[in-house]
């Protein structure tokens, strides 16, 4: 459904317009009954403040939205051209607020643990090391990257542990790595042929060389997950503004089982 037919841009920024349409397809009252239709237009209507479409969406179950992601869209939407499963977090994302879902996961930006976890971005662990840590939201800080690994003492992951540690209290610091991890082994030289196919120039990559960056060392994975860790445990350790009480350990994570093994020194 789109913005020219039945004239929905008159209503597209009119959130009882769109509560009323949206009640209409939820039920089929005058209109062909349709769960996605229903969905879209109370979860627009819900966004910008009606209380009562929010409190229907509470009667839908998302899981009985088809995959087609058949949604109402407005001339003036961002989001028209956005992928349907993108569309499809946008969507839940909007229930998630108007329900008030939020509550529970309320806390400060203070970790309770006074913790701070280096990890990979690994898409098996988004669930799993929350669980197998026995971790909650307000628990500690994560930061993740390619690898869980830190090879620069001025990155960004090495600028988020100092601010966790001078602003946010944090006191322990646990690199985590993990099995099977896509870094490990990674080729630069493939990584570069990979990007010339989607379109990145051999002039664009000269200048990336001409400018100071070392690429094949910047896009290198490691070979040794336990020592990769070991070598990122030893310079955080050591970086000249890490305070000195300040606990750092390395641990290597089961990508099934969620198990930890804690890395000792192995250089």
Not at 24 to 51: P, W
Not at 107 to 127: F, G, H, N, Q
Request: charged residues 25%; glycine residues 8%.
């Amino acid at each position: 459904m789109n913005c020219e037919q039945d004239n929905i841009n008159t209503y597209c920024d009119d959130a009882e317009a769109m509560f009323s349409v949206g009640r209409r397809f939820l039920y089929g009252n005058g209109l062909e009954k349709d769960l996605n239709k229903a969905y879209s237009l109370l979860s627009k209507a819900a966004a910008i403040g009606h209380t009562q479409a929010g409190q229907l969406l509470k009667t839908i179950d998302v899981g009985n939205l088809t995959a087609d992601n058949d949604t109402v869209t407005c001339s003036n939407d961002e989001d028209q051209a956005l992928s349907p499963d993108l569309q499809a977090i946008l969507n839940h994302n909007k229930q998630f607020v108007a329900t008030e879902a939020y509550r529970k996961y309320v806390t400060s930006k203070y970790p309770d643990k006074k913790i701070a976890i280096v990890t990979c971005m690994d898409t098996r662990l988004i669930k799993l090391l929350p669980a197998a840590l026995g971790l909650k939201n307000g628990d500690v800080k994560i930061i993740r990257n390619a690898g869980g690994t830190i090879t620069n003492p001025f990155d960004s992951a090495m600028r988020s542990l100092l601010i966790a540690i001078y602003e946010l209290g944090v006191k322990e610091v646990m690199i985590i790595g993990h099995t099977g991890c896509g870094v490990q082994g990674m080729d630069s030289q493939e990584m570069l042929r990979l990007m010339k196919e989607r379109g990145i120039d051999d002039e664009h990559i000269s200048l990336m060389k001409h400018c100071g960056i070392d690429l094949d060392s910047w896009l290198h994975g490691f070979d040794e997950t336990d020592i990769a860790i070991q070598e990122t445990v030893d310079l955080v350790k050591h970086h000249p503004l890490m305070p000195k009480d300040i606990i750092v350990r390395g641990y290597i994570m089961d990508s099934t089982t969620g198990e930890l093994t804690v890395i000792n020194d192995v250089k």
